[in-house]
């Protein structure tokens, strides 16, 4: 793919990104002292990650349009510096979303990310660093794989810390991970 169409498609993949949280939860407190979390929960009362590319007319640009690369750029830059939501650090949380492997032993898998929609990280440039949670099972886990949909617990800390996969704003310490199951309604 080239250069210029690698632009294109992850600008309109940012721009579909507008809107985050594919997997939900309603916030409550659980058995256990785990609060449930919605991805929204992580954000900012007030941010907005298109804040940026309001005043833009994308469709004004072509493919390797400098100017198109150059906003990309600062998009990019501006979701890496995501804030996190200064009320969470310190909190026993409960977070459903996908398993983005980055270090795995003989033992199994020992930090991953954690994202709110299939492929972010691997097929699509990162979300917000506000919408990826960096999980530190507190022993390693197995039986699991990339995408994998998962629900962690644990003490959330407003951690910023980069990765090859993306720059996480949260670091989720001595994590439990299960198994996603979709919350009794």
């Not at 409960?94 to 990310?113: H, M, Q, R, S, W």
Request: proline letters at 10%; glycine letters at 10%; aromatic letters at 6%.
């Amino acid at each position: 793919m080239s250069r210029s169409s690698l632009v294109s498609r992850r600008l309109l993949l940012l721009g579909l990104l507008g809107s985050v949280g594919a997997l939900r939860a309603q916030p409550a407190s659980k058995p256990g002292g785990y609060t449930e979390l919605r991805w929204d929960d992580l954000v900012p009362k007030g941010w907005d990650p298109m804040a940026g590319m309001k005043d833009k007319n994308l469709g004004a640009l072509t493919d390797g349009d400098p100017r198109a690369m150059d906003m990309m750029s600062k998009l990019r830059e501006a979701w890496d510096n995501a804030p996190a939501e200064p009320k969470l650090d310190g909190a026993a949380i409960k977070l459903p979303g996908y398993l983005v492997p980055l270090d795995e032993t003989k033992a199994g898998i020992t930090e991953f990310l954690l994202v709110p929609y299939f492929g972010a990280c691997i097929h699509s440039p990162p979300p917000p660093a506000n919408q990826i949670v960096l999980v530190q099972p507190a022993k390693p886990i197995t039986g699991f794989q990339t995408m994998d949909t998962v629900w962690v617990s644990g003490r959330l800390r407003a951690a910023r810390q980069g990765s090859p996969m993306g720059t996480a704003a949260y670091r989720l310490e001595a994590a439990l991970v299960d198994r996603y199951q979709a919350p009794a309604r």
